[in-house]
């Protein structure tokens, strides 16, 4: 299976498309804006509230919303830490030394959240949720330091090994290996994808982490030292370490010795996501490749029209049938619909053979959309109950490639499946649709004839403006029409006599156009109004 990672850097965002044999399996688009509340970053914030009735505690990390701390997400190490702060924030001129912290009690079970935490009080947080619709982040306070092959927990003192590691000798020797290297006051997660690896790989990857950790708590003490840092207006309230940006993060976690390339448009991006993989695959550093040609990489690649076609709200799955998605406060709804195709004669067959069709679909869309929280899938109705176990194991199988923790229940008497998926991040939601760029949604637009009188007339119009050296895109089908012919085309007098650059764009509507300068700005034209003219 060929794995490719295409990133489209943009100037306010960053979009990562994740394909396997050139089909599109994630998207996830990230804003380039100071307030970036991650997975993974680490905050030192302020106790707002106590909520004894939910057991929680809302922390200000900075956000518009509090973030959110239920009393298990304060860890076994919790007094610990809290102690080891503490005593870096009363000397700031030195950095505690772990093996020297003060040991605390661990929080049991039964603990109430007041026992440990009063409003005004200051802790180290992570967040181990983003903000999704109204709700601030959710953060715990047992901080971790995740790298490819290890998870760092500084205070855990314990070793574990991921489930997903099967065979128990080399759980064993695993663990064995890392205690050697392991410093005192350190816990550790081995992840799945450090089976086979050798003491030097995991020494050098547990170095970089402790590096990570030791840089957090100087950053804590000395925040006037970093330009790295986003204050609140409580100056006492910031970020002290970011995690790493969402493309070098999924590369972390979908990384394989097998990835064919990795393309990314963008110079300094480039250079980071070539580090990351030198850092943790010397050997692939070749994969990484700049990206540097006239059409946007995600039309090259075929991404945009498969974004068009997989993320609105029907999407098909061959055969004439197709499922609608309906997005609610409570859960994601879908629905399978088999048209007015018949694969088979039979009614029970011919269900059951749409339900397996549907199934491939609903998984790929799931991890596509990186849909989380509740999910009703509405099956076309069978009356076999080996059927129905059929298709319970087969969504089953199907979901097994699924990074995200999820659960599956069988169908009930209904015909409904229910799964929960894990939710850390907001669903990958895009309006496919497109206004009218001429007519603005009235229906009515000028003669299509008149489009390229139009076009020049705007692009006469922004050059005597903007100056030279402007780039247009156009809708595929109109770059085909200015450009037919061999060699006096309407595109080659236009790129002659006003000295742009004009390529086309599939992600623009049909009579729509836009103009960038050359480091990729869009630029908007705003009409001009007569200032003596009354509204």
């Not at 307030?35 to 680490?42: E, L, M, P, S």
């Not at 005004?120 to 709700?135: A, F, R, S, Y």
């Not at 109705?381 to 999820?406: F, G, P, T």
Request: aromatic share 8%.
């Amino acid at each position: 299976m060929k794995s490719e990672l295409i990133v489209d850097v943009q100037p306010t965002e960053i979009a990562i498309a994740f394909t396997e044999d050139g089909r599109l399996q994630e998207i996830s688009r990230e804003k380039r804006d100071e307030d970036n509340y991650a997975v993974g970053n680490i905050y030192y914030g302020r106790v707002k509230k106590v909520m004894p009735a939910l057991n929680a505690a809302f922390v200000d990390v900075g956000y518009e919303k509090e973030a959110f701390l239920h009393y298990p997400d304060l860890g076994d190490s919790f007094l610990t830490m809290r102690n080891y702060v503490t005593r870096a924030m009363s000397n700031r001129k030195h950095q505690p030394m772990m093996e020297e912290a003060e040991k605390g009690k661990k929080p049991g079970k039964e603990g109430t959240i007041g026992d440990y935490l009063q409003v005004g009080d200051m802790l180290l947080v992570q967040v181990t949720k983003e903000p999704i619709n109204t709700k601030g982040p959710r953060v715990t306070a047992e901080i971790s330091m995740a790298g490819r092959n290890i998870v760092l927990i500084p205070f855990a003192d314990k070793v574990m090994v991921s489930q997903k590691i099967r065979k128990e000798s080399e759980r064993k020797r695993l663990v064995q290996l890392v205690r050697t290297i392991l410093p005192t006051n350190y816990g550790v997660i081995i992840r799945t994808v450090a089976e086979g690896k050798r003491s030097a790989e995991l020494d050098n990857e547990l170095k970089i982490l402790l590096q990570r950790w030791e840089d957090t708590v100087h950053v804590l003490q000395h925040p006037e030292q970093t330009t790295a840092q986003k204050l609140n207006k409580d100056a006492e309230v910031r970020l002290v370490s970011e995690e790493l940006g969402r493309t070098t993060g999924i590369i972390r976690d979908v990384f394989t010795p097998d990835f064919a390339t990795i393309q990314v448009n963008d110079r300094q991006v480039y250079n980071e996501v070539l580090q990351y993989v030198r850092m943790i695959a010397p050997e692939s550093a070749s994969i990484v490749k700049f990206y540097n040609k006239e059409q946007p990489i995600f039309d090259h690649y075929d991404i945009t029209r498969q974004i068009k076609t997989g993320l609105g709200r029907i999407v098909g799955f061959g055969n004439g049938g197709y499922l609608t998605m309906d997005k609610t406060e409570a859960l994601f709804s879908i629905d399978v619909n088999s048209g007015s195709k018949k694969l088979y004669e039979d009614q029970e067959e011919n269900a059951f053979q749409f339900n397996l069709l549907a199934a491939y679909e609903i998984a790929h869309q799931l991890r596509l959309r990186d849909i989380g929280g509740i999910i009703i899938v509405d099956f076309i109705d069978m009356d076999s109950k080996e059927n129905q176990q059929k298709l319970y194991e087969h969504v089953r199988k199907l979901m097994n490639s699924d990074r995200a923790r999820h659960n599956i229940l069988p169908l009930s008497k209904f015909g409904l499946m229910q799964i929960t998926r894990q939710r850390v991040r907001p669903a990958v939601e895009m309006d496919v649709t497109e206004v009218c760029p001429m007519c603005q949604g009235k229906g009515k637009v000028q003669p299509t004839l008149l489009f390229t009188d139009t076009v020049e007339n705007e692009i006469e119009h922004m050059v005597s403006h903007y100056g030279k050296g402007l780039r247009l895109e156009l809708h595929p089908y109109v770059f085909a029409y200015i450009n037919k012919g061999l060699i006096r085309t309407l595109r080659h007098r236009w790129e002659w006599r006003y000295g742009v650059k004009i390529r086309e764009n599939q992600s623009l509507g049909m009579l729509e156009m836009r103009f960038t300068d050359t480091y990729g700005n869009e630029i908007i034209h705003k009409e001009e109004t007569d200032p003596d003219s009354k509204e």
